[in-house]
């Protein structure tokens, strides 16, 4: 199994920015698969989950309306769109494979994390 | 929504026990996991559903939850063990995942 995030990087408050997640080595449709980050020195957050079809989500109250989950069983890719970025969004954005297809239970396998700054 | 909380920080010495608290309304009613993060690394996954231990995994690390507390043991403390460990639960009311405080453990 591998995990490999993309798209980090600085961005102005307010702005937007998308990251993604390119999934190898499991068949991805299985699964359903999660945002968690972490804040500089901080702990563990957990940001989004989408079932293994895609048809369900659910957001970290700090995110939603704001952030966007998506996954393209057909290239093996999750994504997450962040929208009107705040500075306390600034952050190490990992994406983790669930064990099951509803996102309900356990973290088996993590990337690396992508490192997103939110700064003017 | 569900919190979980966990002690900041606990020192032990080599080759002794460690117990990690994860505290939570009745979380013996759910299904805990355990992860250990080492700096500057994603992290890891050590104990599912409150007891079980993913391949890989020594058997030194072992897990317990009932009433109030879930507990993480690492048993015979080694230097590699020294890193941040958080437990998750589902939160079935919020259909939130929730991940606890978070404990350093410090080898002596």
């Known amino acids: 199994v591998q995990l490999v995030e993309s798209g980090g990087g600085v961005v102005q408050p307010g702005r937007s920015l998308r990251v993604s997640c390119a999934a190898s080595?499991?068949?991805?449709?299985?699964?359903?698969m999660h945002w968690v980050r972490q804040a500089p020195g901080k702990g563990l957050e957990w940001v989004a989950v989408?079932?293994?079809?895609?048809?369900?989500?659910y957001y970290a109250d700090s995110v939603k309306g704001r952030f966007t989950i998506s996954r393209d069983n057909s290239k093996n890719t999750l994504s997450l769109q962040m929208d009107s970025l705040r500075a306390e969004d600034t952050a190490v954005y990992y994406c983790?494979?669930?064990?099951?297809?509803?996102?309900?239970?356990?973290?088996?396998?993590w990337g690396q994390g992508a490192l997103v700054t939110v700064s003017s | 929504s569900f919190v979980l909380t966990q002690p900041p920080s606990v020192s032990v010495a080599p080759g002794k026990t460690a117990r990690i608290s994860c505290g939570g309304d009745?979380?013996?009613?759910?299904?805990v996991h355990w992860y250990q993060q080492k700096p500057g690394q994603a992290p890891v996954l050590v104990i599912h559903?409150?007891?079980d231990r993913p391949s890989g995994i020594p058997e030194r690390f072992s897990g317990s939850n009932s009433g109030n507390t879930a507990t993480l043991t690492i048993s015979r403390v080694a230097a590699g063990d020294e890193a941040d460990y958080y437990c998750?639960?589902?939160?079935?009311?919020?259909?939130?995942?929730?991940f606890g405080t978070g404990t350093k453990v410090t080898v002596l």
């Open positions: 983790a494979k669930d064990y099951d297809v509803r996102g309900t239970y356990y973290f088996d396998y």
């Open positions: 080595g499991f068949t991805f449709s299985n699964y359903a």
């Open positions: 989408i079932s293994y079809d895609g048809n369900q989500n």
């Open positions: 009745n979380i013996g009613s759910k299904s």
């Open positions: 559903d409150d007891s």
């Open positions: 998750q639960v589902w939160d079935t009311n919020s259909d939130h995942q929730v």
